[in-house]
Each structure stands twice: as C-alpha cells, then as structure tokens.
C-alpha cells in the first residue's frame, strides 16, 4: 500500500490519478500510524513553503516524515521541504537533505515561474536510464543548486536538481503525475524501489 500524504496542497488529486492508472493501491492520508505502516510514501505538493510547514508541524507529520523508513517520494514543493531550509518566506524546513531551496533570479526575461516541458540529464541516478533527455513538465518559482544528492539536472536561468536522492529518500522538481509516458517511468521507478 501507497500512502500519499494529505495537507493543504494543490495536486494530490493528480498523483491519485497517476497511481490509479498504474493500477497502484493506495490512500491519501494524514494519519501517522497509516503513514508509517505503508509499503511506500509520497509526499506531493503545490503551495506555499511556510504555510504548508505550519500544517504538518502541527500535526507532528514533519518529525514523523524525516524519521520514516521505507522509500519516500517528495514531488515538487514536498522535494524542496524536505531540504532544511527554504527561501520562500524564509522558511525552515524538514531537513532530510541539507540543502537550501533558492528563489529563481531572471538574468534577462526568463519568466518565474519556470513553467512548462524541459528535460533531464540523469547524473548517478534512481530514475529509469531511458528518461535521460526526456522532457518533464516543471512549475516552480523555487529551486534546489545541484549538490551531493542530485540525480537528474535540468537547466533554467541555471543548472538545478531535477530529481535527488539519499537513503531511502527520492525526490523530483518537477510533476511525474503531468509528465505523460516519461512521468509514469519515473513512479515506477520508484514504486520499484525497496
């Protein structure tokens, strides 16, 4: 069983969808002992950094994520809370990657958000080979610098982490769920993950 963590962001309905064409099983969830018990967590999100922190903090889900065992995914703003530290609102974060989230500086007229189809170079990578150039679809106005745990690279106004991983945590910038064919490779290699 999947366990999809539930809190105020925009697009755990997609990730349902996602899974129930993977014929995947699965509940949305914010109960502890559910999320601790599922085989695989994933942890997606659309919003804002601090809001999104005050709601799991009191509910004790930012101690309970860090502390979990099997394979989690972090989608989109769930990647960039599980860095430390996050420049939108100047906000603490969860702290599995010790890496702070930047706010995109256009350096001429690239508009931010970066949003839309751009592509993946896989580094030391969880992420099926044959997504190598592939195109994902982004909507972010933050970013992780490629560091230690990166595992995919995309390139707007500068290079960033497109996808990370340490331990038994995985994480990607962009939407798998929006990201048609190749987006449905890369759950799966996660949901292959033990």
Request: hydrophobic share 40%; aromatic share 12%.
């Amino acid at each position: 069983m999947i366990a999809v963590i539930k809190y105020n962001a925009g697009n755990i309905r997609s990730v349902a969808f996602a899974l129930e064409r993977l014929h995947v099983d699965f509940s949305i969830t914010d109960n502890p002992e559910e999320i601790q018990k599922a085989d695989k967590v994933i942890f997606p999100g659309v919003g804002e950094a601090n809001t999104t922190m005050r709601y799991l903090k009191d509910r004790k889900l930012d101690v309970l994520i860090k502390e979990l065992k099997q394979p989690v995914l972090g989608i989109c703003l769930g990647m960039q809370l599980l860095c430390s530290y996050s420049e939108e609102n100047d906000t603490p974060c969860i702290g599995v990657f010790d890496e702070q989230v930047k706010k995109f500086q256009p350096l001429q007229h690239e508009k931010v958000p970066h949003m839309g189809w751009n592509s993946l170079t896989p580094t030391h990578s969880w992420l099926d080979s044959d997504v190598a150039n592939k195109f994902v679809y982004f909507v972010h106005s933050y970013f992780v610098p490629v560091n230690a745990y990166t595992s995919a690279i995309t390139e707007y106004i500068q290079p960033f982490s497109a996808a990370m991983k340490k331990d038994n945590f995985y994480a990607v910038q962009f939407h798998p769920e929006k990201s048609a064919t190749v987006g449905e490779k890369i759950i799966r290699s996660f949901l292959k993950q033990s």
